[in-house]
């Protein structure tokens, strides 16, 4: 088997007794690695602006996990200022969100190049490279450029908008456009393929016989869709177990027979938090009978807070969350819990099986695995009801969720109270059906699926050159 070479900007190497960092990215791929030898190189998450030194090498349950630090020019260029001021709200359609300059697309482009430096001591011929998400567009140009052969492969874990949302990126072509010079990209719906074809095709691409593949300025592209899964049987083992631990007790006394509805995001404003609590708030409003009879908790670790966007979301967040609770709160009652921390997997897994309702609402996501945890977390033979955004990738496959429009406050709350008043024989059909679905497409699978699909890829391109 070869070698699997993982590239992605955060790295985060397992330490035992903390949670892993919230994303899916880090979730998805320390399952990939579990069951190949494999190599995870990326960024420490530490700033060092102290002499250059070679990267730091990791040994953990068989991955070998490669890291180096950033600069505080290199942090504020690549990182905040363009992979996250720049490509993650255009990617996300807030185009209005979006704050370029010319010295962060100056160090985005430095830091890929520099990530190809470090990566091209690393690397062995035969080596199969997988670089995730959207801070490492031009990886492939600068590793090829360098002399790389082998297969490279690209996916991302965010939406990929129409194709002229892709075009107000400045200087696209260095970026997005980049994407061309993998052998294999793969995106988290058919929806989001097609719009990265339909960029393609703009920009002077030709689509191939296949459908799938492009050609770009004598380079062969194929793009496809791999919806990300999780590990949907062992998920369903550890809510089992956890429901009786004292944690989900102690969380399941506190409610004093109240149903408990939960949300857990990172606090980012493409998670539609503050358009979720107005649904709430409605839901009270109007719902007078569910007055003390229901608790939400609200799971939000901070996230990339020095970027004034998401310091002035999270403002709004408090606000609302405040209002909500002295507007209906009472001395033995708080409507909404809010907490800014993370919790371990397995404690996440008992808040789920003991949830009535999730609200997964967010204005757009790639694919959002919470929705997934959810499920794979709840008890058959009494299933909570799962409520998901059109806008998220998820909404895809998980069709037997109650599919709400966060941008519509009321029909938010209609879906909460009929999600809260469900007969269990339909909570039993929906949860089966997708049960059914993310225990066939799990993260495994997931894996699977790209890492053939990039050999093959690869093997036909070599193939096409010798002819
Ligand atoms: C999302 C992105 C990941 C990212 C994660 C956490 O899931 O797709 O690439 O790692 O958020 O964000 P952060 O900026 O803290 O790495």
């Known amino acids: 088997m070869s070698r699997l070479v993982i590239v992605s900007n955060r790295v985060t190497v397992p330490e035992p007794g903390h949670p892993p960092p919230p994303g899916g990215l880090a979730v998805a791929v320390h399952a990939a690695l579990k069951s190949r030898p494999g190599l995870w190189f990326g960024w420490s998450g530490k700033i060092d602006d102290g002499p250059a030194v070679e990267p730091q090498t990791v040994e953990r349950d068989n991955v070998t996990y490669v890291v180096t630090d950033l600069s505080t020019g290199d942090y504020n260029e690549y990182y905040t200022g363009f992979a996250n ?12 969100l979006a704050e370029f300059n010319r010295s962060d697309l100056g160090g985005y482009l430095r830091v890929n190049a520099l990530f190809a430096d470090h990566l091209a001591k690393l690397l062995k011929p035969d080596d199969v490279i997988w670089v995730h998400d959207y801070h490492l567009m031009p990886l492939a140009r600068e590793l090829r450029s360098r002399g790389f052969n082998n297969p490279i492969g690209f996916f991302l874990h965010i939406p990929c908008p129409p194709a002229d949302l892709l075009f107000t990126i400045p200087k696209q072509e260095q970026t997005i456009g980049a ?11 058919e929806n989001d393929r097609n719009n990265y074809g339909r960029y393609l095709a703009m920009s002077g691409g030709h689509q191939g016989r296949d459908g799938t593949s492009y050609a770009v300025d004598g380079r062969v592209v194929r793009i496809g869709a791999f919806p990300v899964g999780i590990e949907t049987a062992d998920l369903a083992a ?13 969380l399941r006394d506190s409610l004093q027979g109240r149903k408990l509805v939960v949300g857990v995001d990172r606090l980012d404003y493409s998670k539609g938090i503050v358009h979720r609590v107005e649904g709430y708030r409605h839901f009270l409003e109007h719902e007078a009978n569910w007055r003390n009879r229901v608790t939400y908790l609200q799971v939000t670790p901070k996230s990339r807070s020095e970027i004034p966007e998401y310091g002035d979301m999270s403002d709004d967040v ?23 921390r993370s919790y371990p997997r397995e404690a996440l897994a008992g808040v789920f099986r003991i949830a009535a309702a999730a609200l997964v609402t967010p204005l757009r996501d790639g694919m959002n695995l919470v929705a997934k945890e959810y499920v794979a977390s709840q008890d058959p033979a009494d299933p909570g009801v799962l409520l998901l955004s059109q806008f998220a990738g998820a909404a895809a496959e998980l069709d037997a969720a109650l599919i709400v429009n966060p941008h519509e406050t009321e029909g938010m709350a209609q879906a909460l109270r009929t999600a809260l008043e469900m007969p269990l024989d339909e909570r039993q059909a929906r949860f089966a059906s997708m049960f059914e679905r993310i225990s066939r497409q799990d993260i495994d699978r997931w894996a699977e699926t790209f890492l053939a699909k990039l050999s093959e890829t690869r093997r036909s391109f070599l193939i096409g050159q010798l002819r």
């Not at 990617?91 to 209005?96: A, F, G, K, S």
């Not at 994407?179 to 988290?188: A, E, K, T």
Request: net charge negative; glycine share 6%.
């Open 179 to 189: 994407l061309s010079h993998y052998d294999l990209v793969g995106f988290q719906t």
């Open 238 to 250: 550890v809510a089992a177990e956890t429901v009786d631990s004292g944690f989900t007790r102690e």
């Open 318 to 340: 408090n606000r609302l969350v405040s209002e909500v609770n002295g507007q209906f709160g009472e001395a033995a009652w708080t409507p909404i819990r809010y907490i800014n």
């Open 85 to 96: 001021r720049v490509l993650w709200p255009i990617l996300h359609y807030r185009v209005d």
